[in-house]
């Protein structure tokens, strides 16, 4: 009887340690967003505004503190870089390192054997994008993600939905004139920027119930224009500016961080940047926890 009871407790035991072992090396789930009923889709959609762009962190950090689900992001320009970093992996703490080792120089390579396209070639940011991304393909993010481009022979609106991201956020990030277009699925591509710097109605058109736009191109002031690239980087920015106001009208909230004084290519104001759209988010939280209350009732 004795031994019974020993070899009882023995397997016991036994079994605690293996069932310990086994949750112990299973793979945590992935946290992917996924929309409940009634629950509204949501779109973030992210402008782009070259170095500004720094200004869409804190936007991020601010919205996933305040555990607002994000069901698609659609970026031009930076707003693909910095949605295509944080839609492969949705955690604002990784953003934030990832966005503050960018330079100067991981953007902006001089072109030499394609000076003729452009003077910069483009190559450092796709390299920068390929290192700082694990997932590869646009169509394997954790949430959707949807960079936008322009195609250079017919003018229009390009939807990257498949294939590499890194490619994707150079194509949708080369300022004409500025950066050598990308050869992109048969396709000669530009920033997207030239036709739609925040494109609230590609989010519209893909299912979205609620759009929150990030304009980082309202204040479009520049006081140091020293170089051609400088130039061309402002003139671009005007068009951005004036292009924007007519997609606007497709969100629901807009946030526009403070970005005043910042140039185009001026990585110095990280920190600046990232704590106007921080502030500029919590001040319009209220309006988008009011949207997504409605739309549940």
Known sequence: MLAKELFIKKFFALSIVA?????????????TTVT???????????????????AHVGVIRVLEQEKIPIHMIVGTSVGSL??????SNPDSFQLEWTAFKIERNDVLDPSLVHSKLGPVQGVRLESFVEHAVKIKKIEDTKIPFYPIATDLNTGQTIVLEKGSIAKAVRASSSIPGIFV????????????????NIACDVAKNKGADIVIA?????????ADIASLIDIVGQSAGIMMHEASKSKLKHADVVIEPNTKGVGMFDFTQKKFLMEEGIRAAKQAMPKIKELIAKHKQ
Do not use: H
């Not at 069932?19 to 945590?28: D, E, G, I």
């Not at 910095?82 to 839609?87: D, E, Q, R």
């Not at 048969?186 to 739609?196: A, C, I, S």
């Open 36 to 54: 409940k009923k009634g629950d509204p889709k949501i779109a973030l959609v992210l402008g782009g505004g070259s170095a500004k762009g720094f």
């Open 214 to 222: 990030v304009n980082i191109s309202k204040d479009i002031k520049e």
């Open 181 to 196: 277009p990308v050869t992109f699925d048969n396709r000669m591509l530009v920033d997207g920027g030239v036709t739609n």
């Open 82 to 87: 910095i949605g295509g970093i944080y839609a």
């Open 19 to 31: 069932a310990f072992f086994f949750l112990s090396c299973q793979t945590a789930p992935t946290v």
